[in-house]
């Protein structure tokens, strides 16, 4: 067998092993917004373990989840493949029962066909199961972020094969869908909860400032520093097995906020996450980086990382190991989103171009009213909302929340919490009509199933 020149002085140098081990740790929390992170500026709330793998490694400022719902979301960064093109339409489980498309693969697949030992611990939200092909699923409390942390050091100390591991947390997804909904009600051992006091929290400008709201958010930071707390005991877990220096890191969350403006939602509460990669080995990681992500780009770094191959089709992202060192690199000024519904009976397809400075949202369905997702719908903070006849959900008017256009246009730099539509705006249709159109390439170019109706899209219309 003859090798090529290069790789011989390669393997001549030591610069690359044949036996080297690349493996992945991916670590989710459960609708987190990405504000509320100590490393990402957040005043009050305590996250010292995620912010030190922030300073270790990159912290993105703009990563997006492509749709605010979980089951969706998670078959997104672990296909590669967009909601509209994966088949997984809303949640998986029980009544509403949406799955993996048979025609697509999932990076755990991917992997194991490269001979990677997988494991799955906490929340899963995925469907059929044989799509995923897992070697470790314990079955364990997803909030009990200890007894997560000692089952992912049982799996590291297994084998000395390359590993693919995920820890899904279900913090800090809210307990109830009654009261504040938020808050820790059951002990995890050795883990002391940090208590916040209601009335100092910042209340977010999407939302009212109630005294109900101000308890959740108080207890939505409880669960955020004990999901913290498990990081930290996964990451000394990873140090002491010793694969701490052949790991990729990935930490997100599946998308934002449970409240309503967020969950459900292509606006920034629902969409715009924390994400956070760390490489070994990585001079000069660029934190912050300003590129714009997605979860469309997860499952291409797992597969580059890794130097497995996929070529059966086309995914809709790209490697991030590129710009991992460039503080704002070129060309990564835009992302696709892609909604379809929450629940079965929360259908509202949306699609959406977000760049830098704009961002466009295509209500597919504009005529439908708006349906809340279950966990939102049925929370007090809506209830309470609805009950007292509020006419204003935070800067945004409650019939424009539920009644929306067809097109929703937002400048981003002068109006960052999205509550003044430009679509309708002389001023800005050059700039509707550049992204309409870069919008529809994308959306042709990946055969979204959607066009086939509503397709042609424009301005006049």
Not at 206 to 231: C, H, K, N, W
Not at 242 to 262: K, W
Not at 399 to 412: N, S, T, V
Request: charged content about 25%.
């Amino acid at each position: 067998m003859k090798f090529p020149l290069l790789l011989l002085l390669i393997l001549a140098t030591g610069l690359l092993s044949a036996g080297e081990k690349k493996n992945v740790l991916f670590l989710i929390s459960d609708n987190q917004t990405w504000t509320d992170l100590g490393c990402y500026g957040h005043p009050l709330v305590k996250t010292p373990n995620i912010d030190r793998l922030a300073s270790e490694g990159v912290r993105f400022e703009h990563g997006f989840a492509t749709t605010a719902s979980c089951g969706p979301s998670r078959a997104v960064m672990y296909t590669g493949l967009l909601t509209h093109s994966n088949g997984q339409y809303a949640h998986p489980h029980r009544e509403h029962n949406q799955q993996l498309r048979e025609d697509v693969t999932s990076v755990f697949a991917m992997l194991k066909n490269a001979g990677y030992r997988t494991g799955l611990i906490g929340k899963d939200h995925i469907k059929p199961l044989e799509k995923y092909p897992i070697d470790f699923k314990p079955r364990l409390s997803s909030r009990d972020v200890a007894a997560m942390a000692g089952a992912a050091g049982s799996f590291l100390k297994e084998s000395d094969d390359p590993f693919f591991l995920v820890l899904s947390f279900s913090d800090p997804h809210p307990v109830s869908i009654d009261g504040k909904g938020w808050g820790i009600r059951e002990p995890v051992k050795g883990y002391d909860p940090i208590l916040y006091d209601p009335a100092e929290v910042p209340v977010p400008p999407f939302l009212p400032d109630t005294r109900q709201v101000r308890e959740g958010i108080a207890g939505y930071y409880q669960q955020i520093s004990r999901m913290d707390y498990g990081v930290g005991l996964v990451l000394k877990a990873l140090r002491e097995s010793g694969h701490e220096n052949e790991t990729l890191v990935i930490f997100i969350s599946d998308h934002g906020t449970s409240e309503p403006g967020a969950m459900g939602t292509h606006y920034e509460p629902g969409v715009r996450v924390p994400f956070i990669v760390k490489q070994p080995g990585l001079k000069n990681p660029a934190t912050p980086n300003r590129a714009l992500v997605a979860f469309t780009d997860l499952t291409p770094t797992i597969l580059d990382w890794t130097g497995t191959t996929f070529d059966d089709y086309p995914l809709h992202g790209r490697s991030l190991l590129p710009v991992l060192s460039d503080p704002d690199p070129e060309g990564w000024d835009e992302v696709l989103l892609s909604h379809v519904g929450h629940d079965i009976f929360a259908y509202y397809p949306m699609r959406t171009l977000r760049q830098r400075d704009f961002k466009l949202i295509w209500n597919v369905t504009p005529g439908a009213e708006y349906p809340l997702p279950i966990d939102t719908v049925q929370r007090e903070t809506w209830i309470q909302l609805r009950a007292r006849g509020d006419e204003m959900i935070g800067g945004r008017s409650v019939e424009d929340f539920l009644h929306r256009p067809r097109l929703e246009l937002y400048d981003l730099r002068n109006d960052p919490w999205e509550t003044k539509n430009l679509a309708d705006d002389p001023s800005h249709a050059a700039q509707l009509d550049e992204m309409l159109s870069r919008l529809m390439a994308r959306l042709e170019a990946q055969e979204d199933p959607w066009i086939r109706k509503f397709h042609p899209l424009s301005r006049e219309q």
